[in-house]
């Protein structure tokens, strides 16, 4: 894990995450405790001075939440969970039976990525250093283009509602299935135009809403 994270800061040239910090101090702290050198073990204290950034991503957030939670015995913590398939409002049905050919194509289309990738992924961990950077290439160009092709698809309302549906299961979403769909200009629409109205919010130091521990205020 750690040197796919090396290799990751060396290639974008960015200050490590801050969520970094907690995973690096524990392996710094791990070595230090087992190294005899002194020296040595004075230049691994230096590395817990690493600078560290806060970014706006979903693993930071999750890392805040995260750190949040009194994870003792008997604290119970429950969060609303509401499915992607609820957060719009079901299209009118102005369609014509092809709508359902296209969502088998969809579908299908989708699948194909998703083995296509999971190849991929696995080739990534049997790979030598240099291939990694050739393999991960790869995963990246495989991405964008599942995405135009899926997005290019996903041509009317009704459609990506019943694609959506296909995924639904009820409990837990497949993400990894979600992706491209979720991420095309249609939705984002779809999800504006939801009978929720989506509330604005910006950031604020005096705002009153927290959200993943910063403030914000309604605009």
């Keep these: 894990v750690f040197t796919e994270l090396d290799r990751i800061v060396k290639l974008y040239g960015k200050d490590r995450p801050n969520f970094f910090k907690t995973l690096d101090s524990t392996e710094i702290e791990r070595k230090i405790s087992s190294e005899k050198d002194e020296v040595k073990r ?27 939670v009194d994870f003792r015995p008997g604290k119970k913590r429950r969060a609303r969970y509401m ?25 299908e289309l989708n699948e194909e990525y998703k083995n296509t990738l999971n190849g991929l992924y696995k080739s990534l961990k049997l790979a030598s250093s240099d291939e990694k950077e050739i393999i991960y290439s790869k995963i990246v160009e495989t991405k964008k ?26 409990k837990g979403e497949n993400w990894y299935l979600y992706a491209p769909i979720l991420e095309s200009d249609l939705f984002v629409r779809m ?24 403030n914000y205020t309604k605009n």
């Design 83 to 107: 499915r992607i398939i609820e957060m719009i409002k079901e299209p009118s049905r102005d369609y014509t039976s092809s709508v359902y050919g296209q969502r088998d194509t969809i579908i």
């Design 42 to 68: 004075e230049e691994l204290r230096l590395e817990l001075e690493k600078h560290y950034t806060v970014y706006n991503t979903a693993m930071e957030y999750v890392y805040n939440i995260a750190n949040a």
């Design 145 to 170: 283009e599942r995405d135009n092709v899926i997005n290019g698809l996903l041509c009317n309302e009704y459609l990506m509602y019943i694609v959506l549906k296909h995924y639904d299961t009820g």
């Design 191 to 214: 999800l504006k135009n939801s009978e929720e109205i989506l509330k604005v919010v910006s950031p604020s130091v005096n705002g009153k809403i927290v959200l993943y521990g910063e």
